[in-house]
């Protein structure tokens, strides 16, 4: 495991908030929306939902406007590519990992937990 930021796969049950509905992310798809300010991306592939911070660590533009290949997501303007479960980058230039946070889907919605907390 990479240190740097922690990857949240669970976290407390009154942690999670609703961002958006399943409908709203196709299979291979990727969504950028923000909760309280903070911009997140929400990502379908591979029957998995997760959630990342929607900023690149490289040169922070919207990881979402990325193209989605299995677990992963490749930044459209220098090509470094993270893996959507750690946000650990796999390819350079980009060495710092992404935020990432825990995913439910509760019905037709998907949850997301704001911890730790969002700077
Ligand atoms: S801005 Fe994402 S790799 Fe450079």
């Known amino acids: 495991m990479t240190s740097g930021v922690p ?18 992310v ?3 798809k990727a969504v950028g929306l ?3 300010g903070h911009p997140i991306m929400v990502v379908h ?5 997760f959630a990342l911070r929607d900023v690149c660590s490289h ?8 193209e989605i290949e299995g677990c992963t997501v490749e930044c459209w303007l220098h090509g470094s590519r993270f893996d959507l479960r750690t946000g ?3 390819e350079l230039p980009a060495t710092e990992p ?19 907390p969002l700077k």
Not at 45 to 49: D, F, I, V
Not at 59 to 66: I, P, R, T, W
């Open 59 to 66: 040169a922070e533009v919207a990881l979402s406007d990325g």
């Open 98 to 116: 992404v935020q990432t946070y825990a995913v439910q889907v509760s019905g037709d919605d998907i949850l997301v937990a704001l911890t730790p």
């Open 26 to 28: 196709g299979e291979g």
């Open 7 to 24: 990857s949240a796969q669970t976290a407390k049950a009154d942690s999670y908030q609703r961002i958006c509905g399943v409908s709203d």
């Open 88 to 90: 650990t980058p796999l």
């Open 34 to 36: 923000e909760i309280d």
């Open 45 to 49: 592939t591979e029957g998995r939902y």
